[in-house]
């Protein structure tokens, strides 16, 4: 079968770092609308940013997703039925996330999705983020073909894994997963953790 790589074609406003692991105050429901649509960014391949290590770094944990009990009409079966699996997930995810996240060497922050411009307003530059988070929302692995670091759909998905300098958009591409592990995010943070301690010779 067919492999490339996927990634989304709009990116969520999102995360930030303190030192240490700290936590976001609140968690919202997940809205469409919090996302962007941006232009003029570049895409770099293969490496972190070379100034990951001295500033903060915003993990996105899952939110649960409003899934009525009877399904809308204007919600299709699949979409509902990709929510509902969402809500069964995502706080083992999470629970996943915190812990892999106190392995991390530098100063990085657990928040939710929309809580981005926040911290990126108190001087927060890059956040961890993946092709798939948001599949369950909008299922646009239905409907986006190129996405923002650049791949492309096909019948098995990888999840290209990447740092977005939220600056300037730019996208540092450093490694790709299957989308059958979304929710793994022991493994997802590991493959973060494995980059930073080649490229930057860390070690907590």
Known sequence: MKTKRTVLGRIGLMLMGLPGVAFAQGAATLDTTMTRHVTNYKIIRGELPPDLPTVGLLLIKYSPADVPDKRPANISAQA?????????????????????????????????????????????????????????????????????????????????????????????????????????????????????NKQFGSDK
Request: proline share 1%; aromatic share 18%; hydrophobic share 30%.
């Open 80 to 196: 509902y039925r990709y929510r509902k699996t969402h809500n069964d997930k995502f706080e083992a995810a999470n629970a996943q996330l915190q812990n892999a996240a106190l392995q991390y060497p530098y100063k990085c922050r657990i928040t939710t999705q929309d809580s981005a411009s926040y911290y990126q307003a108190k001087g927060y530059k890059y956040r961890l983020f993946f092709d798939g988070f948001n599949r369950f929302y909008d299922l646009s692995r239905l409907d986006i073909n190129v996405n923002n670091s650049g791949g492309k759909s096909s019948d098995v998905r990888l999840s290209d894994l990447y740092v977005v300098n939220m600056l300037n958009n730019n996208i540092y591409v450093f490694e790709e997963f299957n989308e059958n592990y979304l929710y793994y995010y022991k493994g997802i943070v590991g493959m973060l953790l494995k980059k930073v």
